[in-house]
């Protein structure tokens, strides 16, 4: 089992950051894939970024702007987030992939962009 905890989340106005930090714990050196996913109201969850063997994968809507980092020696995930739009605004998950194909999420964290 892998239990993930996200923070970092909130408010911020059109054009601000936040990072964003996963902290994973439990059976990590299974953990082969790391990312973020998000869901806005009323939206299917939508893949963000991904991170795997130090390459990584960034969704069209936010290639530029947000940028992806694992510390395998913190067991984190971090999601640097710039240049907000209000299109940003969602709930923000962590999600883990094992090497026997297992998946795990975290309770989700709320981004806010607003002016």
């Known amino acids: 089992q892998v239990q993930l905890v996200e923070s970092g989340g909130g408010l911020v106005q059109p054009g601000g950051s936040l990072r964003l930090s996963c902290a994973a714990s439990?059976?990590?050196?299974?953990?082969?894939?790391m990312g973020w996913f998000r869901q806005a109201r009323g939206k299917e969850r939508e893949l963000v970024a991904q991170?795997?063997?130090?390459?990584?994968y960034y969704a069209d809507a936010v290639k530029g702007r947000f940028t992806i980092s694992r510390d395998n020696a913190k067991n984190t995930v971090d999601l640097q987030m710039n240049s907000l739009k209000l299109e940003d605004t969602a709930v923000y998950y962590c999600?883990?992939?094992?090497?026997?194909?297992?998946?795990?999420w975290g309770q989700g964290t709320q981004v806010t962009v607003s002016s």
């Open positions: 991170i795997e063997s130090g390459m990584t």
């Open positions: 999600n883990s992939r094992t090497s026997d194909l297992r998946y795990f």
């Open positions: 439990g059976s990590i050196d299974s953990i082969r894939r």
